[in-house]
C-alpha cells in the first residue's frame, strides 16, 4: 500500500501489531485529541487495533519528555507518539518550551532506541477565535495521520535494519 509516497507495511494479525504510547498535552485538548485521535484512526486502517495504543494525558507539553522517557524504559512500547499545541501567548517562553520539548523528544529516542514522533507543534501566530480554532482542529487531524504513517514506516525500517544486522 502506498501512502505519501512511502510504503507501510501492515501488520496481519493483533499478535504482530506494535505496541504504541500516546502522549497528550492537556492544554488545547480540543485541538490536541483531534491529532491522537486521528493517529489512532489511522493505525487502526493499517491493522494496529485501537488496544494497541495506550493514552496518556500530561498538564502541558513541557511534561511530555519526561513521560516519553519513563514509558521507553519500561519496555512496553515499540513507538511513542507525542500530541501538543505549543502558543505564543506573547511572551517567548514558548519558543523555550518548544525547543525543550523537541529536543527532550529526540533525546529520549536516541537514549532509549524507541522511535519518537512528534505531533507537537508551534504555531507562528495562533489566536483563541473561531478561525484559528477551526483551521488548526482540521490541520491537526492531518498531522495525526502523519504522525500514525511515520510511526509505521519507521517501525518498518526498524525491523527491516533488525532483520539485515541479526545475519
Do not use: N
Amino acid at each position: 500500500m502506498k501512502e505519501t509516497g512511502h510504503t507501510i507495511m501492515t501488520h496481519t494479525s493483533a499478535a504482530s501489531a506494535p505496541r504504541i504510547a500516546a502522549i497528550s498535552a492537556s492544554w488545547h485538548r480540543d485541538i490536541v485529541h483531534r491529532a491522537r485521535d486521528a493517529c489512532v484512526a489511522e493505525l487502526a486502517r493499517h491493522d494496529v487495533a485501537a488496544s494497541q495504543v495506550e493514552h496518556f494525558d500530561v498538564p502541558g507539553a513541557f511534561e511530555i519528555p519526561l513521560l516519553a522517557r519513563r514509558l521507553a524504559e519500561s519496555g512496553r512500547f515499540d513507538a511513542i507518539v507525542a500530541f501538543g499545541l505549543v502558543v505564543d501567548g506573547g511572551v517567548y517562553r514558548h519558543d523555550f518550551v518548544a525547543t525543550a520539548v523537541i529536543d527532550g523528544l529526540m533525546r529520549v529516542q536516541l537514549d532509549s532506541g524507541v522511535p519518537v514522533l512528534s505531533a507537537v507543534l508551534t504555531p507562528h501566530q495562533f489566536h483563541e477565535h473561531a478561525t484559528h480554532q477551526g483551521w488548526f482542529s482540521e490541520h491537526f487531524v492531518t498531522k495525526g495521520i502523519e504522525a500514525a504513517q511515520a510511526a509505521l514506516q519507521t517501525l518498518a525500517l526498524h525491523r527491516q535494519v533488525s532483520t539485515l544486522l541479526s545475519r
